[in-house]
T-cell receptor, first 110, second 112 residues
Framework: SQTIHQWPATLVQPVGSPLSLECTVE??????LYWYRQAAGRGLQLLFY??????ISSEVPQNLSASRPQDRQFILSSKKLLLSDSGFYLC?????????FGSGTRLTVV | SQQGEEDPQALSIQEGENATMNCSYK?????LQWYRQNSGRGLVHLIL?????REKHSGRLRVTLDTSKKSSSLLITASRAADTASYFC????????????FGKGITLSVRP
């Protein structure tokens, strides 16, 4: 069966520090992968999606970047975090029946 | 940008009652999906309805889709306290670059 792993679960980082969040998928090949962000009390905003290795589409201009070095690995990064980068980050992959989300990373930039 | 708009934004009902949540969207879709999120957790897929379907059931869930009105509703029958969560509708235009666009969500509170 397909599973999706996302880590860490929580992260507190100072302003200006770098960020790397990792997401891996098991049990499927060549999945479409997504990074979403959810601000407190808000809906989900699509940040990046990838249809294959090295293929990244950015939905909104921002301080973040994404990479897909392997078929089942999707990484969200920042060189210098801003306070406004705080939020709940969710990785997901899409299958025929819908999307499967990871358990999320709560990032607090202080 | 947000595609789906759910209403109401918050709903409080008594256990055993039915909960109806609505979603409207703006552009053409391939399918519409409903998700549930418990506080501080990831999203769980509930049900997917395709643009050529009008109604779908899954256990206590019933989803309708009216593409002419660009709207959908999620009905939870015989609600339970454990149904307390946020519910999101999301639309997918389909195609090779499929991606979900979410509404802001509805907070459902079921009082025991």
């Amino acid at each position: 069966s397909q599973t999706i792993h996302q880590w860490p679960a929580t992260l507190v980082q100072p302003v200006g520090s770098p960020l790397s969040l990792e997401c891996t998928v098991e049990g499927t090949s060549n999945p479409n992968l997504y990074w979403y962000r959810q601000a407190a009390g808000r809906g989900l905003q699509l940040l990046f999606y990838s249809v294959g290795i090295g293929q990244i589409s950015s939905e909104v201009p921002q301080n973040l970047s994404a990479s897909r070095p392997q078929d089942r690995q999707f990484i969200l990064s920042s060189k210098k975090l801003l306070l406004s980068d705080s939020g709940f980050y969710l990785c997901a992959w899409s299958g025929e029946g819908g999307y499967t989300f990871g358990s999320g990373t709560r990032l607090t930039v202080v | 940008s947000q595609q789906g708009e759910e209403d109401p934004q918050a709903l409080s009902i008594q256990e055993g009652e039915n909960a109806t949540m609505n979603c409207s969207y703006k552009t053409s879709i391939n399918n519409l999906q409903w998700y549930r999120q418990n506080s501080g957790r990831g999203l769980v897929h509930l049900i997917l309805i395709r643009s050529n379907e009008r109604e779908k059931h899954s256990g206590r869930l019933r989803v309708t889709l009216d593409t002419s009105k660009k709207s959908s509703s999620l009905l939870i029958t015989a609600s339970r306290a454990a149904d307390t969560a946020s519910y999101f509708c999301a639309t997918d235009a389909g195609g090779a670059n499929s991606k979900l666009t979410f509404g802001k969500g509805i907070t459902l509170s079921v009082r025991p």
